[in-house]
């Protein structure tokens, strides 16, 4: 039975690293993922920029054909002036050609103003630009890395998985059910080292008389407090 006690421990070790692999493997650290929003963002702010770059030229491009438009028109009614036959004809064209050219200083002013923001938006555009590629490159190379990594972890979760096969085959079928029965019902733990007299899994004291039961290891012997198959343990475990 002791022999048995001891591959359960061995069971119990190798089904906690399983359990961990099986988290590491499933989760992409918050470093990688705070890398990729800020990347997310990085473009999308670049796309507003350039959204806004292209609606600016297209005010521009207006505004020039609106002033084109104005240009003809008041060519137009000075040639007109020359034309007149009376003073109020004279006054009316007069009043046309003052419009016109209101009209033609506006736009001008309209297309100084877009062009000024073009030239903003190219220079906030290269600097998004050079920045979005940079993080880029940082969560590239984060992702890289980590995929690295879990290229190690999925590597040692078959090698364990193997190992968890070789081992189950070393425990009887009764007590390989009472430890999955508990194990069930305790997030996978079904076997609890007995350290210094305490059950390591609840920290709870095992009494004395257990404890000496355990020392023999002739029977299988659950904790009173959490029910787990207790297994003796001389001293603190050394890691895993
Ligand atoms: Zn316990």
């Known amino acids: 039975m002791k022999v048995e006690l001891e591959t359960l421990k061995e ?6 690293r399983l359990l961990e692999l099986e988290k ?5 650290p918050s470093e990688v993922q705070s890398l990729e929003t800020e990347w997310q963002e990085m473009q999308s702010k670049l796309e507003g920029l ?33 034309a007149v036959t009376n003073s109020k004809e004279y006054s009316a064209v007069l009043k046309e050609i003052d419009s016109a050219r209101k009209k033609i200083g506006h736009l001008n002013e309209e ?10 938006l190219k220079s906030k555009i290269d ?8 993080s880029e490159a940082k969560y590239k190379e984060a992702l890289e890395t980590h995929r690295g990594s879990q290229a190690d ?10 190992e968890k096969a070789t081992i189950l085959k070393k425990v009887s079928a009764p007590l390989l059910s009472q430890f999955n029965r508990i194990a069930a019902r305790r997030n996978g733990v079904g076997l609890s080292l007995c350290v210094n007299s305490i ?24 904790c009173e407090s959490c029910q ?3 297994c003796y343990h001389e001293e603190e475990p050394a890691g895993k």
């Open 199 to 222: 059950c390591t899994a609840c920290n709870v004291r095992v009494r004395a008389n257990i404890v000496d039961q355990l020392r023999t290891g002739n029977r299988v012997i659950q």
């Open 24 to 28: 590491l493997l499933s989760a992409v």
């Open 153 to 162: 972890h999925q590597q040692e979760f078959e090698a364990k998985t193997a």
């Open 11 to 16: 069971l119990q070790l190798v089904t906690n």
């Open 111 to 120: 297309i100084t103003q877009h062009s000024t923001e073009l030239a903003e």
């Open 50 to 82: 350039t959204q806004n770059r292209s609606e600016t030229e297209q005010k521009l491009k207006t505004s020039r054909e609106s002033l084109e438009v104005a240009t003809q028109q008041n060519k137009k009614f000075e040639h007109d002036l020359n």
């Open 228 to 230: 787990r198959i207790l």
């Open 127 to 134: 600097e998004c630009s050079q920045l979005a590629q940079e």
